[in-house]
């Protein structure tokens, strides 16, 4: 099991603060501001946009994120952009990025002005042909705060497989997950108390909230009372899958 230690000297299980999704699989830096930057020039070749700006916040970007650009006015504009998956990244050390992207823009590099900002990104856990091999895979769990009542709680899981990219290459296919509960966390006492998908592939999301009964997709929650979930530890599993990829994967009450 990759991802579960089983070992004594393991780290402590995070808590599980409610109405925060906990990152059981993969993460999310949700610490630090989205990168923002001055575009400085730009250009493209009708397939693939570049574009330089200077960083002035956060982070350097990585290929994957998602990159919005306001305020460009060569090619008419077309460098402007919402949302588009960065391929190539190259910061050099005064902070100004050369970034590429999927765009028609046609023109040589000139100078330009513009707003960029890139949020930060869900990174998720690579399932590599030898894990998928060595099935099932286990998440690292998160530990609830259980107090004298439960309600108006329930608890819910989310289960996303990116899209295929050149950052993130997946062939995921046939994914089978669950939800596990238990009250010491010790391996052998994990049981699975729902399933979040059967048979997902990569550029899905899929979701499970307790109450729902029998996972469908897309999940349709039941009727009536959710309130039935009331363990002290929770982890996710992946249980069946074919190819290789990433998976993020958090866990909310």
């Known amino acids: 099991m990759p991802f579960y230690v089983t070992s004594p000297f393991k780290p402590t299980p995070q808590l599980l603060i409610q109405g925060t999704p ?24 009708g397939t693939t946009s570049t574009v330089v700006f200077q960083i002035t916040q956060g982070n350097i970007p990585i290929p994957g994120a998602l990159i919005t650009i306001i305020g460009t006015a060569n090619a008419a504009g077309a460098y402007n ?27 040589a590099s000139a100078s330009d002005g513009g707003q960029v900002s890139i949020p930060q990104i869900e990174v998720g856990d690579n399932l590599t042909v030898a894990i998928v091999a060595a ?5 690292a769990p998160v530990a609830a705060v259980v107090g ?4 108006g709680r329930s608890t819910s899981a989310t289960l996303t497989l990116p899209a295929s990219s050149a950052a993130f290459p997946s062939t995921l296919a046939g994914v089978t997950a669950v939800i596990q509960g238990s009250n010491v966390d010790r391996d052998d006492h994990y049981n699975t108390i729902g399933t979040i998908v059967t048979g997902g592939t990569a550029g ?8 729902q009964g029998q996972a469908t997709t897309p999940a349709v929650l039941a009727d009536g009372n959710v309130n039935v979930l009331s363990f002290r530890f929770y982890r996710l599993q992946i249980t069946a899958a074919t ?3 990433y998976v993020v994967g958090a866990i909310m009450q």
């Open 135 to 139: 099935l099932p895979a286990t998440s």
């Open 204 to 211: 899905s999301t899929y979701d499970w909230q307790s109450g």
């Open 22 to 45: 906990s990152y059981v699989f993969g993460s999310l830096n949700d610490k630090t501001a989205p990168t923002f930057g001055y575009v400085l020039s730009d250009s493209g070749n």
């Open 81 to 107: 952009t919402t949302n588009a998956t960065l391929l190539t990244v190259v910061v050099n050390p005064q902070g100004v990025a050369t970034v590429t992207f999927l765009g028609a823009g046609t023109s």
């Open 243 to 245: 190819g290789a990829g």
């Open 148 to 151: 004298s009542t439960i309600v």
